[in-house]
């Protein structure tokens, strides 16, 4: 059966599970979870995803949530790109890239956090900031000694997956990359894809 996305244009962890279901060639269908009308809080996706938070994907009955499970799925069910290297070394380097963004940074800035530390849009933006960059910069001195483009080295990987939107977080928040030159570099490496970029926020929503 052909799985559904319930996704969210701007959400970042929404833009790894589109870009990896875009290299893995997987056709699926679309529906947009509107986060700004706190359509994630519904009944109806509350049953998709009980912890309300968008990517979704739909697999016959079976919902999955959270986009490294989704993304690791998809890995073993289409192994060809590789998101993981081969190396279980440099694989579990790769994981540990990853969960600096999916556990150490995106969760402290999402947008259920920055509602509870504050209704001042300042003080979110300065919560957000510091997090972003503590978490972008433990990023950065990982990979410091890793050659490019990319995260790992000349291929892509799941961690530049978790990176490239985390930096359409930081910037919606104020930050720009030159701080952290590797991390430019990826990005910039990963947007020249057109995986990448008919994925990303900016491409499904132009305006
Ligand atoms: N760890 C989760 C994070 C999911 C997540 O935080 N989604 C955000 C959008 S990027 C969301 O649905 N936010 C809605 C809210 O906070 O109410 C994943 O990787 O899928």
């Not at 259920?112 to 510091?130: G, I, M, T």
Request: with cysteine.
């Amino acid at each position: 059966m052909r799985p559904v996305l319930y996704h969210y244009w701007r959400s970042s962890s929404s833009w790894r599970v589109r870009w990896a279901l875009m290299l893995k060639g997987v056709e699926h269908d679309a529906v947009a979870v509107d986060l700004l009308r706190a359509e994630q809080g519904s009944a109806e996706h509350l049953r998709r995803n009980p912890l309300g938070l968008v990517p979704v994907l739909q697999l016959g009955e079976v919902f999955l949530a959270e986009s490294v499970a989704i993304i690791e799925y998809l890995e073993e069910q289409v192994p060809d790109p590789p998101l993981l290297p081969r190396d279980p070394l440099q694989r579990a380097r790769v994981r540990q890239l990853v969960e600096i963004i999916n556990a150490g940074t995106q969760p402290l800035q999402n947008l259920s956090v920055l509602r509870r530390v504050s209704d001042n849009q300042q003080e979110q933006r300065q919560w957000a900031q510091h997090f972003i960059r503590r978490g972008l910069s433990a990023y950065e001195a990982l990979i410091a000694s890793y050659p490019g483009p990319f995260s790992v080295g000349s291929a892509l990987t799941a961690a530049d997956l978790f990176l490239v939107p985390q930096c359409y977080n930081a910037r919606r928040h104020g930050l720009d990359l030159t701080e952290w030159p590797r991390i430019a570099q990826v990005e910039a490496a990963c947007l020249a894809t057109t995986a990448a970029r008919t994925t990303s926020p900016e491409y499904l929503n132009p305006g």
